[in-house]
């Protein structure tokens, strides 16, 4: 083990367990006993640390190395506590005053962003709104953080930011910041306070010049430290020239040339170190070295491939022993097969008794894939970045509201709150998504309602008898809905303090009314104002994330009263932009007092994970821009002027990230470098240190070994043994169950696709609607329709003069009537013009006046077949349109039926062939005298017409076709036995009700595909 120098400064091996040998030299050089004269605690010494988790990560190290033995641990401090005294007792310079609060300093950017001519003049009537200003303002408060962690005056040096040969938007720039340069510093001195980084800096700054003027007694260490801005470096010089001072650096890399070090680019893993070294002004070869590295070859890799480009030249040269053991690839497809055989590795750790396992990524979605993945192996990963506030239950119920209020109430807004856990309405939470459910059923499928609670109730008051049905009410047992009408009033009541308030509100009175209307939503029978009752929605503030949740909803109220009045529309944005950032650590981490996080298996950030070491690491998510970073210069600066103001590259970033791969590829026995080929949809360019790495092996012909998580992700949803393939399903009901009246377009489907008819009226299946259906998919043919349907029944015999303006009327009525929305209205107005002056030239007849002819429309069908097996069925319809004719000369009445098709209408074949037999059977019923209020007549023609109002605006489809070698009554004659032959057969209990059971005679239309599996077995089929 190599002697501490004089300077007090020592590094650990990369590959060497950091903390456990912190440990071991502090045992070795401190020791465990308190004093002679009884000191204890911090007073026998102190440890300082980067952060938090390194602080408890340092313990357990001391629990672990000291194995059960007593002994009196130092202090040990995270350099970011420095107010906390009770956990750092410093005495520090009473001068520098107080930091601002995070929000009170967010809300005062804000509002001098909002009141900023170049602001006011860019962002137009509409940009001024606090969801849009609030990142601005946060953007700024990282401007000067940087600025001052980097010890940059922007009062002095962003005058000279811009050069003359700059462009003009960057002076504009300047102009705007001075916030920062001027009114923000100017309020800063009226109220006595200083920026939280400028405190900070200050603090330690001052707690350095103590150090060096009263050197402190007891031992005093700096460990793990990689970056000196923010004060540390003085803090690391104060501490390193102390007579017990230490300062104790991770793999720093005290053989690396002279000529080599000199030329560090910002983007290497030493270049941190570099710069502290030549600040304090020492050498490397002053450095002890504590310890041996524990995996020499890996060390030597790494070092000879993170070479600057001045040392490339040395890889075509011998270089020793560089094997790559343990360490692996897993070159993933995309990033879901990424985090499915990442979770496979952590989960073939936790198999292992006593080994751990760690992911390491920055990428946020990469980790919560991850996560979510160990779920399916009940392991809940200890994830160190803990959950956002923002996607806690209760911060996701008030987003909502505020959504669901903007929205007018839309189906998907409002059923987004009423069915969140939290919303009950006064009563007990089940009872409200069962009512929920019901207001869908009834309301909120198919297309919307007119927007606002008045239009649910003008939609509620227009359902019509058929459709107060509920065929949905098991769904919501055991709990049972309110009626519709009384849960439209409590909505109403719980949205009242949003819905009162005016076009604009200042904005703690957007937030109060916003926290009413969800203590209303979210309260539960039992709640009350009453001395010995619950707040209601007191819920809302339980636990940790409500806690949390309530501490930023009173910070935002008490600093936004100055900012100008707001819209409504801001508030989700601004709830949203404002939760950016914050997060909880252990949320919900216990379920019935069990803890559920793993002992073992954990998920970090690359910042959380430094200093630590596992048995197996996943160092995820490395590709350019994601690990390592983009190098962005930030929204106020360009690299030429961030060089011009003094603060450091963006580069430098990428140094510190590239530390702490390197940092954590040697630390562990085994570790596997992830990444993915794609990312989000587009191709994605590996780690330039992956690249690097793969470059330097096999320019010695090493190739690194693919991990096997892979292989066992392909096989993860492959079924046991040889995948079978589902079979088309074949119920055979009973004949009792069978049904015993079809409509008459339910007869093709019987023919084309029985396990249509078997789903919906068997089973009882009925498709629900989609919420905000599109009135394309359901309005267009229900206006033609109606339409001809008025001009009929007005007129069913000779039309007048003025025909043209009446029929002109009723489709725009029908239109008008249907309540799409005006860009749809005004695409289909035309249309429908076109097709009111097809039909008028196709009646043209009737305004001459000679033809004895009446129209019927939508005339009702009832006709029994009698003497079936399974007794009597019914068939049930109603005709488009049926015209009697008298033909002069002769007494018999005769028949012509219409079918009007706004989409492609059967071609003759299909009728012809059986397939569409609708036509044929209405004239065989109409034969029968089966139609409500019509004689018993031959049926002389059919025909279909095409309503499309396009370059073609109608067409007439005949049927038959005139070059088809049939007649009419060689189609209609048969028909009714034909049909008595089709229900006979369904009349046996062995005749199945197949899916599709004719190749290439799928029914056009059927709700029931997925449920039938048709996808799966059609592709195992031959035919």
Known sequence: MGQAHPLNIATIPASCPFLDTVVQNWLERVGVEAGPDGRSGGDNGTILVPGRRVARALMEAFLRVLDGRPALLPAIVALGDVEQQSLFPMTVDETVPPSVGPVFRLAILARLILAAPFFTTVSGRDGGTIDRVWPLAQALAELMDDAERNGVDLYEALPKAVADDFAGHWQKTLEFLRIVTEAWPAILREEERSNIMARQVALIEAQARLWADMPPDYPLWAVGFVDGSAGVATALEAVAALPRGMVVFQGLDCGMEDEWWNQLPPTHPQALFREFLSRAGINRADIAIWGYPLRPERENLFQHVMLPEAGIACWGQPVGDVRPSGISLLPAADSQQEAQAIALILRDVASQPGRSGALVTPDRGLADRVRAELLRFGIHADDSAGEPLVRTPAAVFLRLIAQAVTARFSPVALLSVLKHPLAALGGSPGRARASARLLERRLLRGPAPQPGLDGLRHALEALQEAQQTDNGYQADAPDSPERLAIFLDRMEEAFRPLLGLESTARVPELLAALLETAEQLAAVEGEGYEADQPRPGSRLWLGEDGGALSRHFVELMSHTGDLPPQPLRALEGFLTSSMAGKTLTGLRGYQGGVELAHPRISIYGVLEARLLAFDTVILGGLNEGSWPPAAESGPWMSRPMRQRVGLPSPERRIGAQAHDFVSAALSSEQVILSNAQRREGSPAVPARWLMRLSAFLEGRQITLPVHPALAWQTMLDMPAGEAKPVAPPEPRPPLPLRPRRLSITQLDTLKLDPYTIYARHVLGLKVLAPLEEGAEHADYGKIVHTALERMIREHPGTWPDHAAQILHRHFDDALDEALVNPALASWWRPRLHRIADWVLAQEEWRRVGRLNCTSHT?????????????????????????????????????????????????????????????????????????????????????????????????????IPSVRAEVTLGDLVGPALEQLRTLLTDYDDPSRPYRSQPWAGKEHRYSDYTQLARVAEWRLAGDD
């Open 858 to 958: 939508e005339v009702s069908l009832a006709y029994t077949l009698r003497g079936l097996p399974g007794g009597d069925f019914h068939i049930t319809g109603r005709a488009d349109r049926i015209d009697l004719w008298n033909t002069p000369g002769q007494e018999d009445t005769t028949g012509r039926i219409l079918d009007y098709k706004t989409g492609t209408p059967p071609e003759s074949n299909e009728v012809i062939a059986g397939w569409s037999s609708q036509l044929v059977l209405e004239a065989a019923f109409l034969k029968e005298g089966a139609f409500e209020g019509l004689p018993a007549v031959e049926t002389d023609a059919l025909a279909y017409w095409k309503l499309s109002g396009g370059e073609e605006p109608g067409k007439e489809v005949v």
